[in-house]
């Protein structure tokens, strides 16, 4: 059949395009991939767990495990783990046959650490761990597996003192701690203790020594030996985590005097909350908390004293009594009067009017009143603060006490100190809470004895309150912690 003239054209260049096409062009292969290599170790550790590095290169990987795909050749395997000495040797990777390397570590006496245990005073028990070892301090320990430990002296009459210690490979890790004696002082703190703050404003003694403190921005704290709850605006109805005072009554409810309100705690721990929006309250800033020996509750506050008795509130003021001011500094009951200090003023209010004390008339230091507090006998004892008036003129402060009359006692040995409350414990000693210190006042010496850092265990000079538990120990709110002291095992 013969073809058509075009169609033979076309099929002619057609063919002709093709074959330029094809000489034209350059050929082009793709290398080849070379073959992975083909050794093959498996590195194993007693212990486990080491990081494992090749040739100085860490692999990602840990003991025990693989390393495919190496080279075959004499390569470096390292070991590394944190506390451990790092362990290194040589092992030949071989074409499809695997390597291995197995180390035991804790047959090399080079890798264990010693801890060296040291205390003040010596002899104390060594507790590692949960370990209590049979030797007594100064003592050095062998063969130590590298890692942390917790250790923790104990040493009678003195407070127990833990550490971490990091035990390395081949080296010997002093460990020396003092421990503090607390046969006589003991301090709780936000570093050795569970109180939530090292700042104390208030302190008191319930009926069944549980001891609560007031802290001066955390709130509420309740502590019982090794006990320590804490109560704040959280995790409970307190008002206020500003404590400004603590008062137990005779039925061991709690009265907590904030800035915000007041708050009751009963022995079943139910807290009631009382303000101004749902009682009587004039207003939510509670300055103390008294009772009388009727069973009633006084209650201090920036706009009068409020008498509590059966649910119902009685305010005074000097809107409706003869009260000088508004501004409750203190309440002390002592029948058949209520002693009241109020602003610059010492009061005496026997249920109708208010018999007003003043320096002009008086033998009372100054008008800055700080505390008060009853002796045996029913006198009244009253702290009066430093005041400044200018450049170089300073009203002292000191004591005033009231027996039928007034007289004042010059107390510490600068003239200008702050004093912040006084607290008579069962022996009838006067505690005073001052900036330079705790000091005990001692009437039939007419002497004092101030307790500093630099004199005694004491951890504070600032003291700001003062309380006693049943078995005739002091605890003490400072600027520092919270402070035990046992008084009747100090022979000075």
């Known amino acids: 059949m013969n073809l058509p003239n075009y169609i033979k054209i076309l099929f002619s260049t057609i063919v002709f395009i093709m074959l330029f096409f094809s000489c034209d062009q350059e050929v082009t292969t793709s290398p080849e991939e070379p073959e992975p290599p083909k050794g093959f170790i498996f590195v194993d550790s007693e212990p486990n767990g080491f990081k494992i590095f090749l040739d100085g290169r860490f692999t990602g ?50 890798m264990y ?15 590692l761990g949960d370990s209590l070892l049979s030797e007594k301090t100064p003592y050095t320990s062998e063969r130590l597996v590298p890692g942390l430990y917790d250790v923790t002296f104990k040493y ?21 701690i003092a421990l503090q004696d607390t046969s006589i002082w003991v301090d709780y703190n936000a570093v050795n203790s569970k109180v939530p703050s090292n700042r104390f404003t208030k302190v008191a ?28 605006t959280s995790n409970s109805l307190l008002p206020g985590n500003r404590i400004r005072e603590i008062f137990v009554d005779n039925e061991n409810n709690k009265w907590i005097g904030t800035e915000n309100g007041l708050a009751r705690i009963d022995d079943f721990g139910v807290m009631t909350l009382y303000n101004s ?8 800033f509670i300055t103390t908390v008294n009772q009388d020996e009727m ?33 409750v500094q203190d309440v002390k009951p002592a029948a058949p009067y209520i002693w009241t200090a109020i602003d610059s003023f010492v009061t005496r209010f026997d249920g109708n009017e208010f018999e007003i004390f003043t320096m002009e008339e008086n033998d009372i230091l100054n008008t800055n009143i700080t505390g008060m507090d009853i002796d045996k006998n029913g006198k009244l004892w009253v702290v009066f603060s430093a005041q400044r008036l200018g450049p170089g003129v300073v009203l002292q402060g000191g ?44 009437v039939l010496d007419n002497a004092e004895r101030t307790f500093r850092p ?39």
């Open 61 to 110: 990987r840990f003991t025990p495990d693989s390393l495919p795909f190496v080279e075959e050749r004499e390569h470096e395997v390292t070991l590394k783990r944190k506390f451990w000495k790092d362990t290194s040797l040589f092992v030949e990777a071989y074409e499809n046959q695997l390597s291995t390397v197995n180390i035991n570590l804790l047959q090399n006496n080079s």
């Open 113 to 127: 650490g010693r801890i060296n245990f040291k205390s003040n005073p010596p002899g104390a028990s060594i507790l």
């Open 156 to 176: 009678p009459q003195h407070r127990s003192l833990s550490a971490k210690v990091a035990v390395l490979s081949d080296q010997i890790v002093p460990v020396s």
């Open 205 to 232: 003694c319930d009926k069944n020594d549980f001891v609560w403190a007031g802290t001066i921005s955390e709130g509420l704290v309740r502590v019982k030996g090794d006990s320590f709850v804490t109560y704040n």
């Open 277 to 284: 929006s749902n009682s009587g309250l004039p207003n939510n």
């Open 295 to 327: 069973g009633n509750i006084w209650i201090g506050t920036t706009s009068g004293l409020v008498k509590y008795s059966s649910g119902s509130f009685q305010v005074y003021n000097s809107q409706n009594s003869n009260m000088p001011w508004t501004w």
């Open 399 to 442: 004591l005033g006490i009231y027996d039928n009359g007034w007289n004042s006692q010059l107390v510490g040995s600068v003239p200008n100190f702050e004093l912040f409350d006084i607290y008579i414990d069962r022996d009838d000693y006067k505690w005073l809470c001052t900036e330079e210190g705790l000091l005990k006042y001692m």
């Open 454 to 492: 630099n004199n005694s265990g004491i951890v504070s000079s600032i003291i700001k309150s003062v309380s006693e538990d049943s078995k005739g120990a002091l605890w003490i709110a400072s600027d520092d912690a919270l402070i035990k002291y046992k008084k009747y095992l100090d022979s000075e």
